[in-house]
């Protein structure tokens, strides 16, 4: 724990002078940072607050899977922040875009919600978000965030096999394949900070902000691809507001992340 302590100052020293009340706080253990974040918001607490663990016991992914973490070897956090956009689509493609700069040129984006390498998984994001029981006030956001540093032992991590008809997933990437010798604390600190301003730039903008910068880094762009109904067509972008663009036998077909998994054929 030693080496994300030795980030929080920088960090906090880079998003305070927006956030006045803004604080980042370190834990050794936690089921999961989301979870707390978002019990937090329910009772009533609204301040902003970047919440990293070493080790999550009940790691929260997308569509209720697991996230797999291990001290030293992954970042796990939450960022719990009061917004209000106009439009909240595309917000997680948005986490995505900003992580994936503040990383590696290389990192690509899966649709909505995975950072790539090679095709392999190399994070992913969870998007939630609570009332404050005023009717006109922000909601509380809470985006969580998990990393591999190191490459992850895939045969610990393999759950069930794939789908018929798709292929067996690859193999999970870790960032250190790409910035050799990075430590946890360095990540954090790398990606933290930005993605506090590029929320601000969500809420300011939309996903308007984001769609170009999605697009360059866009892992589905022009692959055949086969929807969790059994669709199948060619991944062809994202719309405006962040959906999936699918052609297929019978014509253009959004997508949204709430409706589908998406795998490549």
Not at 23 to 44: C, F, H, K, Y
Not at 141 to 152: A, D, E, I, K, Q
Not at 198 to 211: C, H, T, V, W
Request: proline share 7%; charged share 20%.
């Amino acid at each position: 724990m030693t080496d994300l302590l030795a980030h929080v100052e920088s960090i906090w020293q880079a998003v305070v002078p927006q956030l006045p009340d803004f604080t980042v706080e370190v834990v050794p253990s936690i089921d999961s940072t989301n979870s707390e974040l978002m019990r937090r918001a329910r009772q009533g607490r609204h301040e902003p607050v970047l919440l990293v663990a070493e080790d999550q016991t009940a790691g929260r992914g997308r569509v209720g899977k697991g996230w797999h973490s291990r001290p030293g070897q992954s970042l796990t956090f939450s960022l719990a922040l009061p917004l209000s956009p106009a439009d909240w689509s595309g917000l997680s493609l948005a986490v995505g875009v900003s992580l994936a700069e503040s990383i590696d040129p290389q990192v690509r984006l899966k649709w909505p919600n995975d950072l790539w390498w090679q095709q392999r998984k190399l994070g992913g994001i969870l998007v939630e978000t609570a009332s404050n029981g005023t009717p006109d006030a922000p909601r509380m956001l809470v985006v969580g965030v998990g990393l591999n540093v190191n490459r992850p032992d895939a045969v610990a991590l393999a759950s069930g096999s794939a789908p018929a008809g798709t292929l067996a997933p690859m193999p999970p990437a870790g960032v250190a394949e790409l910035i050799m010798g990075i430590t946890v604390g360095e990540l954090f600190e790398r990606v933290a900070a930005p993605l506090v301003r590029d929320l601000q730039l969500f809420e300011a903008r939309g996903f308007e902000a984001f769609q170009d910068r999605f697009a360059v880094r866009d892992a589905l762009q022009g692959l055949s691809v086969v929807l969790s109904d059994g669709t199948q067509g060619v991944a062809s972008g994202v719309s405006r507001q962040g959906a999936l663009q699918v052609q297929t036998a019978s014509g253009y077909r959004e997508v949204t992340s709430a409706e589908v998994s998406v795998r490549p054929c």
